[in-house]
């Protein structure tokens, strides 16, 4: 059997793609290279956005990036089930290309945020959670200057009751995201996006302050292989 095809997108300013394509291969998957302006998605069972700085953020993070060749056929894939997750600036893209609803703006305080960050599961029914347990508590890093979520009291209503907040945060909010949101799912539960990155806390090699990242990578691996 080959192993799942989990594309990774790289934009101008992207600098976490290595990082996720070799979580993916620490995981036991293939990681597939996609570049933003090529509007091919090379037959992946799964896409991951990553972080860094699109090109174009100076206009609104993602604003830009989220009208690359690539985003439209990223954009119907997704809305037909095609799993995909989107961390920090790649969560800001999903936003951006209404594929998540809501926005990301400044942090509170105008800071920058960069540190090992508390974070609760709220939802393991995603094909990028299964592998958690609901209330479980993970660590991973944040490093962002406009990861503070926000949205309207009718969405924040409609989240809560679909049950569509995957994480918050916990032992502090490092951005004033309403609700303590890290991360949320689409409806279908296909599409999820969050601030903290799992990338970064997949080996102990590498200093990170957990390896609570990896559920996020064998849980979408174990999903496709189950399909």
């Known amino acids: 059997m080959s192993a799942a095809r989990v594309g990774v997108v790289t934009f101008p300013g992207t600098l976490d793609d290595q990082d996720a394509a070799r979580a993916v291969r620490h995981a036991g998957g293939e990681a597939v290279p996609l570049w933003h302006a090529d509007p091919d998605l090379k037959k992946v069972d799964a896409v991951f956005l990553p972080g860094g700085f699109s090109y174009g953020d100076y206009l609104r993070c993602g604003a830009i990036s989220r009208f690359a060749p690539l985003m439209e056929e990223l954009i119907p ?10 961390t920090c600036n790649g969560f800001q893209i999903l936003c951006e290309a209404h594929l998540l609803p809501g926005a990301l703006m400044r942090n509170a305080g105008l800071h920058y945020v960069c540190r090992d960050q508390g974070i609760r ?6 094909p990028w959670t299964s592998d958690f ?9 944040v490093k962002h200057g406009e990861g503070r979520y926000v949205a309207d009291e009718a969405t924040l209503g409609a989240l809560e009751s679909n049950g569509q907040i995957v994480f918050r945060y916990v032992g502090g909010n490092p951005n004033g995201s309403l609700n303590d949101i890290a991360g949320i799912r689409n409806e279908a539960g296909n599409i999820v996006g969050l601030m903290p990155h799992p990338e970064h806390a997949v080996e102990d090699l590498t200093g990170a302050p957990s390896t609570d990242g990896r559920g996020f990578f064998s849980s979408i691996l174990k999903k496709l292989v189950n399909l």
């Open 121 to 126: 599961v709220e939802n393991t029914a995603t």
């Open 133 to 141: 347990t609901e209330g479980q508590e993970i660590v991973l890093p």
């Open 77 to 86: 894939a997704a809305r037909a089930g095609l799993p995909v997750l989107g």
